[in-house]
C-alpha cells in the first residue's frame, strides 16, 4: 500500500533507506498540485491503456538490488548514492513498480521533502523538471520496475547543486503557485 507523508529531514549517510516519516501525511491532491500523479495499476490492461493515453510508446524495466549489480557493493552503493542526491530530468520519469518497494522523494512548493514509498501496482508519474531523488527501503533493498517512456528518453540527471537550469526546470518552477 502506497504511503505518502512529509520526510522527517533528519537522514543521514548512514540511515537515508530508513522510513524517516514525519508523521505529517500528504493527500494525493497535494501531490496533483505540484504535477506528481499517483495511480495503482493492478492489470497489464489498465497499464497498456495509460500508456497509449498519455502517448508512451516505449518502456523498459530496471532491476536494482544488490544482484543487479554482480554482488559489487562498491558498484551498488555508488548507485545508490547517485539516484539519492536531488536532481530533476528534462522529461517525465514514470514508474511502476512490479516488484519490492522504493523511496521517491518529491520537493513541494516550499522546498520541503515529500516522500511517497511505492510498492506492486503503484505507478508514479514525476513531470519534467521537479526535483526529486529515490532510494530503496531499508527493509526490502530491491526494486523491480517498468520505465514507460515517450520517444528516446532525456534521462539524463541534472544535478541541484550543479546550478544548471533548463527550460524543463524554469517552466516547471514557473508552473508551480506556491
Ligand atoms: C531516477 O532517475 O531517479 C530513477 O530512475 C530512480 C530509480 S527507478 C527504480
Ligand atoms: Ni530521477
Known amino acids: 500500500m502506497v504511503e505518502v507523508y512529509y520526510h522527517d529531514n533528519k ?8 522510513s524517516h516519516n514525519s508523521g505529517i501525511p500528504v493527500t494525493f491532491d497535494k501531490l496533483s498540485s505540484i504535477g506528481v500523479i499517483y495511480k495503482k495499476i493492478t492489470t497489464q490492461e489498465e497499464l497498456d491503456k495509460l500508456a497509449k493515453e498519455r502517448d508512451y510508446k516505449n518502456r523498459d524495466e530496471i ?3 544488490l544482484a543487479s ?3 559489487d557493493i562498491e558498484a551498488y552503493n555508488n548507485k545508490m548514492t547517485t539516484f539519492y542526491k536531488e536532481h530533476y530530468h528534462e522529461d517525465e520519469e514514470i514508474r511502476y513498480i512490479v516488484d519490492g518497494e522504493g523511496y521517491f ?3 513541494d512548493p516550499n522546498d520541503k521533502w515529500i516522500r511517497t514509498k511505492l510498492n506492486k501496482f503503484d505507478l508514479l508519474i514525476l513531470p519534467a523538471g521537479i526535483y526529486h531523488r529515490f532510494t530503496l527501503t531499508n527493509e526490502i533493498k530491491s526494486i523491480k520496475a517498468v520505465r514507460l517512456f515517450k520517444d528516446e528518453p532525456k534521462w539524463e540527471a541534472i544535478n541541484r547543486d550543479s ?5 524543463a526546470r524554469t517552466s ?3 508552473s508551480i503557485v506556491v
Request: proline share 4%; net charge negative; no cysteine.
Open 11 to 18: 537522514d543521514t549517510p548512514e540511515d537515508f533507506t530508513e
Open 63 to 65: 532491476d536494482l538490488n
Open 69 to 71: 549489480f554482480n554482488n
Open 105 to 107: 522523494d518529491v520537493r
Open 163 to 167: 546550478g544548471r537550469n533548463t527550460e
Open 172 to 174: 516547471y518552477a514557473q
